[in-house]
């Protein structure tokens, strides 16, 4: 059973952290591009960061400076780190995988495996 799963989601008020993860059961990360995705309700899901299978990174502006994406360990679970965090970051985040040897990652919507959601709420 091939699965992503992500975790570390909370609630937090506004100017705090949170740290999610991605991990896979049944393979191994370490050859896959993966990417955070968000959904806000109402709103259209798009993509907030990606690391290649090479390490290189990728954020959108609006996280820039304040997310940091890292793989770490045999098994190339993902983390998320998510400081400075402000009521627009709420939404559900979704790690998703796309096997490539490609050196950069995109957050385009052809990522093959998802994981199931994992729910950000900031909020005082």
């Known amino acids: 059973q091939f699965e992503l799963v992500e975790s570390g989601g909370g609630l937090v008020q506004p100017g705090g952290s949170l740290r999610l993860s991605c991990a896979a059961s049944?393979?191994?990360?370490?050859?896959?591009?993966i990417g955070w995705f968000r959904q806000a309700p109402g709103k259209e899901r798009e993509g907030v960061s990606c690391v290649s299978s090479r390490n290189s990174t990728f954020y959108v502006d609006s996280v820039k400076g304040r997310f940091t994406i890292t793989r770490d360990g045999a098994e190339g679970t993902v983390y998320l780190q998510m400081n400075s965090l402000k009521p627009e970051d709420t939404a559900v985040y979704y790690c998703a995988a796309k096997w490539s040897l490609s050196s950069t990652c995109g957050l385009t919507e052809d990522y093959g495996r998802w994981g199931q959601g994992t729910q950000v709420t900031v909020s005082s």
């Open positions: 049944g393979f191994t990360l370490n050859y896959y591009h």
